[in-house]
């Protein structure tokens, strides 16, 4: 065989490698789904990594039944991994020791209660139950009122709507998954984003930021 058509031959079988390694190491985002730690050791932790890789560094830990633990993305590897939050950022834990569960939610949609939605420029926080919608900003009276309504958009699988009502007090909410959002302040990824509407009767005020189903402790 002439040496350039080896040359080319060779280059073309790391090209070819390179994209299929590519193609299995791609991350893929998924509306965000909820598991429990499952087989880990009593006194053991599950490692939280800065990469989906076993050798990465540890940013963050997992303990024994942790959960819900929130996955908004996983690699289409073989062994797969899954992206959470970890402090100020984000990071990655191996699927194969968490086990998918379903945590209460809030009615016809699947956010789970417990959820809090946060933003900045005010900072303020909006908190989910079954049954109510809490919300906090600065100069604002806490505000914490009954559900009157919620379920999905039509033919629109990824978005949501929360309203609470009580007398003048209104907070009415519409949650996405489907995307990443940022709260442009920290290194997290979210899998929900919220636009929310807060009125007193009066005057109505629009927020926007990100929500995340913390795990209990």
Same mark, same amino acid.
């Given at each position: 065989?002439?040496? #350039? ?6 280059? *073309? ?15 893929? #985002? ?22 989906? !890789? ?7 830990? *997992? ?24 402090? !100020? ?14 945590? /209460? ?15 900045? /420029? ?12 809490? #919300? /906090? ?15 999905? #958009? ?16 209104? *907070? ?6 489907? /995307? ?8 997290? !990824? ?6 929310? *509407?807060?009125? !007193? ?17």
């Amino acid at each position: 065989m002439k040496p #350039f058509i080896f040359l080319a031959l060779a280059s *073309l079988s790391i090209l070819v490698a390179s994209m299929a390694r590519a193609q299995t190491d791609e991350t893929l #985002f998924i509306a965000p789904q909820y598991y429990e730690v499952s087989g880990v050791a009593a006194g053991d932790v599950l490692n939280i990594r800065a990469e989906p !890789d076993p050798h990465s560094a540890i940013v963050g830990t *997992l303990a024994p039944g942790a959960g819900p633990v929130e996955i908004i993305a996983t690699t289409q590897t073989a062994t797969p991994w899954g992206k959470v939050i970890a402090g !100020d950022g984000s990071g990655w834990v191996s699927m194969s020791y968490l086990a998918q569960i379903d945590p /209460e939610s809030v009615p016809g949609t699947p956010l789970p209660t417990s959820t809090v939605c946060t933003g900045t /420029e005010p900072f303020w926080s909006l908190t989910f139950t079954d049954k109510t919608m809490s #919300f /906090e900003a600065p100069d604002v009276s806490p505000i914490a009122l009954p559900l009157v309504g919620s379920g999905s #958009f039509v033919a629109r699988p990824h978005r949501f709507y929360a309203i609470a009502d009580s007398g003048p007090a209104r *907070l009415t909410a519409v949650i996405s998954s489907g /995307e990443y959002c940022s709260d442009g302040m920290s290194d997290r !990824d979210y899998g929900w984003s919220v636009d929310l *509407l807060q009125s !007193d009767g009066g005057t109505v005020s629009g927020y926007s930021g990100c929500c995340t189903r913390a795990v209990d402790k």
